[in-house]
């Protein structure tokens, strides 16, 4: 089957630390990737993706690589801001992209 | 350009009544995805609609729920004799035609069963 698993939550981090968010798939196909970021409530954005094998998506400093020989799409990003503090998605699409499935979501604190 | 709305944003219901949710996607979008996230868990599908039309619903229970996406007026998800069970956040997202990849997501409803 087709499904999403991410790295369990919280994340706490002081300001201007490293990030990684561990996020693996399984897919009957051959999958576009997506991370999306929920902000205290707002709805889900898209924040990056990628479509094919080797593809860094990146957006707002924060980067990840889809990694089909391991079937991983990790979210990192170098120096982490208090704003940063969200629940990150992890998701993947097949075909015609009308069916999202999602991971449980990650939460992320970003402590001053 | 406002963003995909959803209303409710919190709705409580006994067990036994009906919820409805509303949704309108952003202005120019023609096609609504509802999605279900129960308690510790991610999203999942529900129903892909367009206008007067259902293109997918392999996601929804095959009793008591139902959805529509009316040619004038927001998506409507029904839910009949609701149960503890259907507990959860319900979203809304839209795309624009021709980018399906590009789903906008509402804030979602957050509808308790008591």
């Known amino acids: 089957g087709n499904s999403v698993t991410q790295m369990e939550g919280p994340v706490t981090l002081s300001e201007e630390a490293f990030l990684t968010i561990n996020c693996t798939y399984t897919?009957?196909?051959?999958?576009?990737l997506f991370w999306y970021v929920q902000y205290p409530g707002e709805g889900l954005q898209l924040l990056l993706k990628?479509?094919?094998?080797?593809d860094k998506g990146s957006n707002k400093g924060f980067e990840a690589t889809y990694r089909k020989e391991t079937t991983s799409f990790h979210l990192e990003k170098g120096s982490v801001q208090v704003s940063d503090s969200a629940v990150y998605f992890c998701a993947l699409s097949l075909y015609n992209f009308n069916k999202f499935y999602f991971g449980s979501g990650t939460k992320l604190n970003v402590k001053p | 350009n406002a963003g995909v709305m959803q209303n409710p944003r919190h709705l409580v219901r006994r067990r036994g009544q009906e919820a409805r949710l509303r949704c309108s996607p952003m202005?120019?979008?023609?096609?609504v995805y509802w999605y279900r996230q129960l308690p510790e868990e991610g999203l999942k599908f529900m129903v892909y609609l367009q206008k007067e039309n259902i293109i997918d619903e392999s996601g929804m229970p095959k009793e008591r729920f139902s959805a529509e996406f009316p040619k004038e007026g927001p998506s409507i998800l029904r839910i009949q004799q609701v149960v503890r069970g259907d507990s959860a956040a319900y979203f809304c997202?839209?795309?624009?035609?021709?980018?399906?990849?590009?789903?906008?997501f509402g804030p979602g409803t957050r509808l308790t069963v008591t």
């Open positions: 990628a479509t094919k094998a080797d």
């Open positions: 202005k120019g979008h023609s096609h």
């Open positions: 897919a009957t196909g051959y999958p576009s």
């Open positions: 997202a839209s795309s624009p035609e021709g980018r399906p990849y590009e789903q906008y």
